[in-house]
């Protein structure tokens, strides 16, 4: 998320940052210069964002163009979209050809995300491309009708849900721990990611 550095905090690692994104895509910096190899995981580099540029220094024009050359060195690039619809987002989305579709189960979150697809399929991102994930699921509060049932999720969306993720304490404490959920692997949340992990797959 080029408008909030987050990431690098919830994966523990943004003592090991010194370099952005920003400036690996405007070219000022070498990949190899701002990717952090996760000391758990040595297949997974991570790019921060940065804490002090403005989101407008980046163009979804460089973004495109560094993603690309990441291309010929990974099998995956998975890149975090800020909240909202400004630069940020259109930066995000340039290069992309698959979404995630994070949903949780409100109202507004259901109607932004509408937006949101419309959006993405215009830049280009085919709809069969689109998959969504609702997250922070509390059956009880579908229950007693003050949450969005996920069936009528999908309904209105019209997209394929390929996880549904229950509040868990477990992703609270990891984050708060600064380790990933998914090192704990005990947890139901933990699963589901590596579930979702292996549909990309």
């Given at each position: 998320d080029?408008?909030?550095?987050?990431?690098?905090?919830?994966?523990?690692?943004?003592?090991?940052?010194v370099?952005?994104?920003?400036?690996?895509?405007?070219?000022?910096?070498?990949?190899?210069?701002?990717?952090?190899?996760?000391?758990?995981?040595?297949?997974?580099?991570?790019i921060?964002?940065?804490?002090?540029?403005?989101?407008?220094?980046?163009?979804?024009?460089?973004?495109?163009?560094?993603?690309?050359?990441?291309?010929?060195?990974?099998?995956?690039?998975l890149?975090?979209?800020?909240?909202?619809?400004?630069?940020?987002?259109?930066?995000a989305?340039?290069?992309?050809?698959?979404?995630?579709?994070?949903?949780?189960?409100?109202?507004?979150?259901?109607r932004?995300?509408d937006?949101?697809?419309?959006?993405?399929?215009?830049?280009?991102?085919?709809?069969?491309?689109?998959?969504?994930?609702?997250?922070?699921?509390?059956?009880?509060?579908?229950?007693?009708?003050?949450?969005?049932?996920?069936?009528?999720?999908?309904?209105?969306?019209?997209?394929?849900?390929?996880?549904?993720?229950?509040?868990?304490?477990?992703?609270?404490?990891?984050?708060?721990?600064?380790?990933?959920?998914?090192?704990?692997?005990?947890?139901?949340?933990?699963?589901?990611?590596?579930?979702?992990?292996?549909?990309?797959?």
């Amino acid at each position: 998320d080029i408008g909030l550095k987050n990431l690098d905090v919830i994966m523990g690692l943004e003592e090991y940052f010194v370099y952005d994104i920003a400036a690996c895509a405007a070219g000022k910096v070498k990949f190899a210069s701002a990717a952090i190899q996760d000391p758990r995981v040595s297949s997974l580099f991570v790019i921060a964002a940065s804490q002090s540029l403005d989101k407008s220094q980046l163009s979804p024009k460089q973004m495109g163009l560094f993603c690309h050359e990441l291309m010929r060195d990974f099998d995956y690039i998975l890149i975090d979209a800020p909240a909202g619809i400004e630069n940020g987002f259109a930066c995000a989305i340039a290069p992309a050809t698959h979404a995630l579709l994070v949903v949780t189960p409100e109202h507004a979150s259901v109607r932004n995300a509408d937006r949101i697809a419309g959006l993405m399929e215009a830049n280009g991102i085919l709809p069969k491309n689109i998959s969504v994930i609702i997250n922070k699921i509390e059956s009880h509060l579908i229950a007693d009708s003050i949450a969005v049932d996920p069936d009528e999720i999908q309904k209105t969306l019209s997209l394929p849900v390929i996880a549904q993720i229950p509040f868990d304490y477990d992703v609270i404490a990891s984050n708060f721990k600064k380790r990933p959920v998914v090192l704990n692997g005990r947890s139901l949340a933990a699963k589901i990611f590596v579930n979702i992990a292996r549909t990309i797959d």
